[in-house]
């Protein structure tokens, strides 16, 4: 049973572009959530999809999006990078309609010189 | 605001050396706290979910207890593969059912 995959591993990109990170849930989840976590600190939530929709969003600005799609895979985006964008970015996966531990995956180091 | 605080940042051990870890928090309302480890450049690996005071679990060298103010995580007799960053999180209750809050994690170093 695959668990919860990124892609890709490591990204390396410039001031003012733009950014597409992949992520694939464990087999049966449903919801899946995005986290940014800076180097020496604990993830932060950046929002959840469920149903192909953002159900929930933490206090990060509108440069940065997501979609998820029919097979319950997401995509989260960032726009117009900035230098403090530069983190490891986690997806996690659930179930939604539980109260249940959500998987890890390996994330994607994202640099932005 | 929810907040969750981990102590002590880092810590040392001698291989076989025992202690515990600290996780203290406040929510608006508990729906759940989690225990994951995470070694470097990877992503949290889940280690317990508790929900209610008084609630333990135990996993190999392991277990994590809960009060209605804070969690502890027990580590007897480590080993250096045991050398990890631990991180705390809780889901609040009006937060929906997904939504973690994370501390900033206690780093562990086991010395053979």
């Known amino acids: 049973d695959a668990g919860v995959t990124q892609s890709p591993t490591h990204l390396i990109k410039t001031r003012g572009q733009q950014v597409t990170l992949r992520c694939s849930p464990k087999s049966g989840h449903d919801t899946v959530s995005w986290y940014q976590q800076a180097l020496g600190q604990g993830p932060q939530f950046i929002f959840q999809y469920y149903e192909e929709e953002e159900r929930q969003r933490g206090n990060f600005p509108d440069r940065f999006s997501g979609h998820q799609f029919p097979n319950y895979s997401s995509e989260l985006n960032v726009n117009a990078l900035l230098l403090g964008d530069s983190a490891l970015y986690l997806c996690?996966?659930?179930?939604?309609?539980?109260?249940?531990?959500?998987?890890f995956g390996p994330g994607t180091r994202l640099t932005v010189t | 605001e929810d907040q969750v605080t981990q102590s002590p940042e880092a810590l040392r051990l001698q291989e076989g050396e025992s202690s515990s870890l600290n996780c203290s928090y406040t929510?608006?309302?508990?729906?759940?706290l989690f225990w994951y480890r995470q070694d470097p450049g990877k992503g949290p690996e889940f280690l317990f979910t508790l929900y209610s005071a008084g609630e333990e679990k135990e996993k190999e060298r392991l277990k994590a207890t809960l009060t209605k103010k804070e969690s502890f995580l027990h580590i007897t007799a480590p080993k250096p593969e045991d050398s990890a960053t631990y991180l705390c999180?809780?889901?609040?209750?009006?937060?929906?059912?997904?939504?973690?809050?994370f501390g900033t994690g206690t780093r562990l170093l086991v010395s053979p």
């Open positions: 996690a996966s659930s179930y939604w309609d539980r109260v249940s531990e959500q998987y």
């Open positions: 999180a809780v889901r609040p209750r009006d937060t929906g059912f997904q939504k973690l809050v």
């Open positions: 929510v608006s309302g508990l729906r759940g």
